[in-house]
């Protein structure tokens, strides 16, 4: 074993786009997040945020043709003791480590089924001067334009995000031994995902193969995002004419949650904040969980 990884809390998810003037209107106008200035070169990338800070990089394609892969950045403790156990772990597509014009660091990896996932330091670790207009578009300097939100959605954070994955003890070796993830019972009915937490009550649910993929796809792949009324938040969905597929729903735990997809196909969950400090459930070192003794 290489060492280990300290993961405080989820930085940011990268979401595949194809136009930002089509996603901004959804995840600006009617999701509520605020356009914040970039801190990459990259002219291609529209960076917002949730009201924690918590950060939704929209993506564009960077060749003009083809959509990029999902990722998920996980914030570390120790970037540069990160950067060695991840050099020395093994697993492909490792990047050399990268600085954003905020002081950010961060590096890439896959995990075995191919999910990118970055890990990176805290955001804002320099002051910049680079501003942003209403579509994303950062320059060094000049004018930021805020963009008021009148949406009634509040994203508080991101809740979770959902990653599909092969063999659940294989992927363990990344997400329970490597990054320090605790798996903890899940909260919802079957056995067909693992549940891990961050220390700040972040997770990610590595998902099985489904036995039915869907005309939208399997929708393992996805990002759950936290809101404090759900009710209200369908109300303000259904108002703005995105369609709500599945819920509103409530798991073992007590959290909430609804479907959606955005504009290019990605699918979105809205959730609230579970409480799940007293689950009667325990589950085994992959996430296979039981209740009164009885696996699921
Ligand atoms: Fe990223
Ligand atoms: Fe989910």
Known sequence: MPGSV???????????????RVSLK?????LGLQVIPSMVDSPNIVWTKTL????????????????????????????????DALRGSGYPEITDPGERHDGQRC???????????????????????????ALGYTTKSGKNEVVVSHSKTKILTINHVGL???????????YRDLLNIEVIP???DGNTLTWTEMPDGSMVHVIDPPKLIGPRGDGRQHVAFEVADIEATAEALIEAD???????????DGQQYLFI????????????????????????????TSENGELL
């Open 242 to 252: 995105v369609e709500i597929v599945d819920g509103i729903g409530t798991r073992h």
């Open 107 to 133: 590096i890439f990896i896959n995990d075995n089924d191919g999910n990118r996932l970055e890990f990176a330091t805290a955001s804002g670790l320099r002051t910049s001067t680079r501003v942003a207009d």
């Open 52 to 83: 924690d800070g918590t950060m939704v990089h929209l993506i564009e394609p960077t060749d003009g043709e083809n959509l990029v892969s999902p990722h998920i950045a996980f914030e570390v403790e120790d970037f540069d003791s990160a950067v």
């Open 186 to 188: 899940h909260q919802i």
């Open 164 to 174: 599909p994955i092969n063999d659940r003890a294989e992927c363990m070796g990344m």
């Open 6 to 20: 300290k993961i405080k809390t989820i930085n940011h998810v990268g979401i595949p786009i194809w136009d930002r």
């Open 26 to 30: 959804f995840y600006r106008d009617i």
């Open 261 to 288: 997809y955005d504009p290019d196909g990605n699918r979105l969950e809205i959730a609230t904040r579970g409480d799940h400090s007293n689950t009667p459930r325990t589950a085994d070192e992959n996430g296979y």
